[in-house]
């Protein structure tokens, strides 16, 4: 072994947990080795997630407004058309000069990249395949797995790339279907539902749960159902796929729903029930790396330690939700842990974000979580129809909730349902993480008028019901 393939820390993956961890190590002192097979750096999220996905949701919002919402404010638009290719031409260049800076940030932190398809050979030891050339052997006193997920396949719902497909097809579709069906009403599904329903897709979701993104509080998720009804998304609930059948140009799709079988046709059939670790060929079954199997999730103790030493697993690979900013907070407390230091995720802060319109945002614990832990709560809602700013942007569909402890006042759930909530969550991120009571989010002098005037009185409504008992 060359003292060149010898590294303290080789990353395998180049996704949010794994270019996190190579950034943190090398700030650290590691000298340190990125493996990552695909062509381009930034792993789902830059590439096939995130990004896209959001970059599609604010391009389609612009067209949306354009058409429908213009006018109430006084501004006329006549022959506003869609260029589809164009929309997609400048999603796929947000994703280039993202992935490109995540190649410029290694670079610059030193980091050697190696393109290949990386293999677990033994503790410290691991094998980059590269598609061309011959495998490189590396030596390393640590090694992350951070390989990531991919979408669940459903059986009788085979993926055929075409018109059967993925979350990553559905961001490349070359027309706008006419009807599209999405199995799933999980955040992916309705994030997608929103783009080709704006751009002009007759969108029906196919969910086997009596409700939408169920992890949701479920005065959320009722509110969300409705507002993406009203936009016209057709949701069957509590109704499942049997059996589809791929045509020449369509999909026809045998269902069973609460009012017994059922058959449709779609343009396209979007199946979006989940995703899975990407464990394959890492080689951890030869080494004795347990996983969890029901999940296939890899178990690791609160170092992010597998069950071999010096081998650790981080982001969509190991238990929790599946985001990117969870994969970037186990990728920082991960290495620092390495290294020695004290560092630690709080896994009761972890906020939750569906980029809908409007959009849902959430952190901490739903009105549910705390009637079966038996937790004595106040509830503070205020709807954004009450603030100034959502009323000047003609944004007054939603609420802010706040639950905080009956007792101590302590915020315990924050779940907003309204404009802009995707970057409103982060005070009630800080709240949960710093301990704060909704009297402190309360008492803090909010910008008016602002969006968060509305968590501001919300919060007061919490406090006031743990003083008063209203
Ligand atoms: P990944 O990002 O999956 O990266 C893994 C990397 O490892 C990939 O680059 C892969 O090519 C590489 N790899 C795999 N096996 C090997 C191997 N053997 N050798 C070398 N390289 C390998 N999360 C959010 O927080 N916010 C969002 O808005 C959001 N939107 C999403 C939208 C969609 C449509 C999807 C699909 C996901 C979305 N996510 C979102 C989830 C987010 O993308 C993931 O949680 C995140 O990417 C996980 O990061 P990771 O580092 O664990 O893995």
Known sequence: MTEENRYDLVVIGSGAGGYVACVRAAQLGMRVACVEKNARLGGVCLNVGCIPSKALLDSSEHYATARHRLSEHGVRVSGVELDLAAMMARKDQVVAELTENVRKLLERHKVTILAGTGRLLGPGKVRVEPDDGPAVELQAKAVILATGSEPVQVPSLPFDGRLIVSSTEALVFDRVPERLGIVGGGYIGLELGTVWNRLGSQVTVIEMLPRIASLLDSQVSRTLERLLRRQGFEFLLESRVEEAAAEDDAVRVRLRTKKGEEERVFDRLLVAVGRRPLTRGLGLEDLGVATDPQTGQIMVNTRYETSVPGIYAIGDLTAGPMLAHKASAEAVACVEGIAGLESEVNYDAVPSIIYTWPEVASVGKTEEELK??????????????????????????GFVKVLSHARSGRVLGIHIIGPRASDMIAEGVLAVECGAAAQDIGRVMHGHPTFSEALQEAARVATACAIYGR
């Open 372 to 397: 079966q832990l038996q937790v004595p709560y106040c509830i503070g809602t205020y709807p954004f129809a009450g603030a100034g700013r959502a009323r000047c942007m003609g944004e007054t569909d």
